[in-house]
């Protein structure tokens, strides 16, 4: 049986070996390998460009040897007929193959060679294997699984167990990740986008976003929130390598959208809108819609809460209205289960 969040790859798109694995030079250190067990630790340097191949290496030809019936070092026999009898069967108390991911999405061996060779011979169609390195050019392209599950995963547990240690932290909230996980699905609408996210709390929308956008600035007014924002941040930044593209503000939007000229091409206001009052609404319709070629609304379809702004915007309806009437082509999503709502804009 899988188990979850396994990567399955085809063992034969292994060519070559990475000069970072313990096959080929003393294994270094792996940090956080608990914590990391799948996708272990971004990998900066040029060990990725490597001409090695796996076919060069003695293991492999000692492997010729076994299989032209010579005397080989290593004794193949028993795994080659486990393999050939059983199938590939990876044992839980064992360590799987071990591959790193270079910058441009190739697999590259790091250790498990034996069982490799065996199971490329045996035409076996995909093994499970550990990703222990992966470039930070590499933006997990190809590798839909690590994409779409692991890092997302990955991200949640690790940013948790910080916000679990600063005060009061919002995600504990029980639907906040459902919510998130339902909103995440219609991102698409902001590739290569500026986006500009108002009410980030503690930016668990961040990661999801930066799949899509090609910049991202997130407003948090509350310092406690903010404070959570950055330890995302942080965390995202240590698994991409540095870089620019997200920025985070401790402010309002009232603040930001008075004192800054935005760039924006692009607005996620995820169950923010029903916090801002009359005069924050006006700036969004002044400010910022103007310059947004899309928005993404993630709200909810019914508020308990009093309103504060003339729209009550949380309804769908007036949500509808306010963003009709800025000249969008407006779609709506709706959760089966939550009442919740992702309301999608478009230019006309
Ligand atoms: C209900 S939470 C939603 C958080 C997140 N966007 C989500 O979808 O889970 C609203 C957040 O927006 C922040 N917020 C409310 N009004 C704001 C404003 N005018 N400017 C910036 N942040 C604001 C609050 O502090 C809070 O963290």
Redesign the pocket.
Known sequence: MRKKNEIFIDPKVVKRVSPIGGCITTRVRRINEKKFKLIGEILTGSWDTTKQTIYDSRFHRDFLLFKSGKKSVYNWEGLYENIKTKGYIQNPNMRSVEVAIGRDGDILLVDGRHRLFCAQQLGIKEIPVDVVYSHPDYNFGNLKAIKDTIIPEIIHSKIAKKWDKAIKP??THGN?KQ??DF?SKHLSVLDGCRVL??????G??IWSIMQHAKSLIA????EK?YKQAQITVDCIKSLWGNNEKVKLYN??????ALNNKPTCNAL?????L????NE?IKLLKEKILPLCKVVVI??RAKERRSQINSLALNREISVRKLFTEAGFNVKVYKHKVRGYFVLIGTRK
């Open positions: 919002y995600h906040v919510r998130l909103a996210d108002i009410g980030c709390n503690a668990m929308f407003l948090e007014k509350q929130y402010t309002s939007f009232k603040n930001y996620v206001a995820s169950f923010v029903y916090h801002m009052n924050e993630p709200t």
